[in-house]
């Protein structure tokens, strides 16, 4: 399937990446119930107010999922973050190795680490599964 036919089947999915539908497809398929972009939450940059709609939340934990993650995104992400102290922000990334830019030996992983932001690459899906399961639940059959 070329990448702009699956553009449009996640788009047409209500999903804003392939990469998001792929997540959310895995999460089903786990047995995890985390509804895709469930709620609004409000943020401040300096002298604005923002709303911004987090990927996934599963109580108090909000997921978000990124494949590229822009400099304007890691910005949001801290304006975010302490804007909405009572909540935890996680980031899953499709390839956390990735560099910040082409000039950066920064890692999505590093930068996160220096914010001190849990992340998780989603090709490990053992600590996927430790995010998202409550103890002791199975995966539906």
Not at 8 to 22: D, M, N, P, T
Request: proline residues 4%; hydrophobic residues 35%; glycine residues 4%.
């Amino acid at each position: 399937m070329s990448i702009r036919k699956a553009r449009k089947g996640a788009f047409a999915a209500g999903f804003r990446s392939v990469f998001e539908l792929k997540v959310n497809t895995w999460m089903k398929e786990e047995g995890i119930n985390a509804p895709y972009e469930p709620c609004k939450l409000e943020y401040t940059v300096p002298s604005s107010n923002h709303k911004y709609t987090p990927d996934w939340k599963v109580g108090n934990i909000v997921y978000e999922g990124k494949g590229y993650f822009a400099a304007s995104d890691r910005k949001k992400m801290l304006h975010i973050i302490e804007s909405n102290p009572d909540l935890t922000i996680r980031m899953l990334f499709q390839n956390a190795q990735a560099k910040i830019n082409k000039r950066s030996k920064t890692s999505y992983a590093n930068w996160c680490d220096k914010f001190e932001i849990e992340w998780c690459d989603f090709r490990d899906k053992e600590k996927l599964l430790e995010w998202l399961k409550p103890k002791g639940r199975k995966k539906k059959v």
